[in-house]
């Protein structure tokens, strides 16, 4: 659920909705819990925005 949640988040982030996040407390994820999910998913989606945006390699034991 969580990571259905985070996916759809960063591929569609447009289409949230409410129902989204009732579906996490109806999964037994607290507000807290869904504010910190959100915030996870979206402080790594704005940290790979700004290294692709500044055309920063991976590392080299990343793969591609």
Do not use: C, H
């Not at 960063?10 to 289409?15: H, N, R, V």
């Not at 999910?37 to 591609?64: C, F, H, K, M, Q």
Request: proline share 3%; aromatic share 10%.
């Amino acid at each position: 659920m969580m990571l259905s949640y985070a996916t759809k988040l960063t591929l569609t982030p447009a289409q949230m909705t409410q129902n989204d996040v009732q579906e996490l407390r109806d999964a037994g994820f607290s507000d807290r819990d869904v504010l910190d999910i959100v915030e996870v998913t979206a402080y790594y989606a704005y940290a790979n925005r700004i290294a692709d945006g500044l055309g920063i390699p991976t590392e080299s034991w990343i793969a591609d």
